[in-house]
């Protein structure tokens, strides 16, 4: 399997556990000139930004490193970008990261980090 396939049932994964969770997922692979995101979902108030990243091995680190600090100034910028393009009010906003560790052809290991981090 190819890094882009397993991204992809990666974030297949992410997005049924979020659903299994009672999020309602709005947007996936939302993309804009300036980069993409993952998963937009909806829970309760708060509008959830989730970054997904999926590792076959730990030889490049885990997925939660992976989410750097400028890759989360530039998924701030890019919610800024999809709220005001979909004419959603100032609400709570939250970003998410799920990491996952796939362990088997039919096995993986996700981790979700709620509110992994915020904005400043």
Same mark, same amino acid.
């Given at each position: 399997?190819? =890094?882009? *396939?397993?991204?992809? =049932? ?8 979020? #659903? =299994? ?6 947007? %996936?692979?939302? %993309?804009?000139? =300036? ?13 959830? $930004? ?14 939660? #490193? ?5 890759? /989360? !100034?530039?998924?701030? !910028?890019?919610? *800024? ?8 009010? @100032?609400? @709570?906003? /939250? $970003? ?10 039919? /096995?993986?290991?996700? %981790?979700?980090? %709620? ?6």
């Amino acid at each position: 399997m190819d =890094r882009s *396939e397993v991204g992809k =049932r990666g974030e297949d994964a992410a997005a049924a556990y979020l #659903e =299994r969770q009672g999020l309602d997922v709005v947007e %996936r692979n939302w %993309r804009t000139e =300036r980069g993409e995101i993952d998963i937009i979902a909806i829970d309760g108030d708060d509008v959830v $930004f989730c970054e997904v990243k999926t590792r076959t091995s730990a030889s490049r680190g885990t997925g939660e #490193e992976a989410v750097s600090q400028s890759k /989360r !100034r530039k998924l701030v !910028r890019l919610a *800024e970008i999809y709220l005001s393009s979909a004419g959603i009010e @100032p609400c @709570p906003v /939250r $970003f998410d990261v799920i990491a996952i560790h796939v362990l088997g052809p039919d /096995r993986a290991l996700l %981790r979700h980090h %709620r509110a992994a981090f915020v904005v400043e």
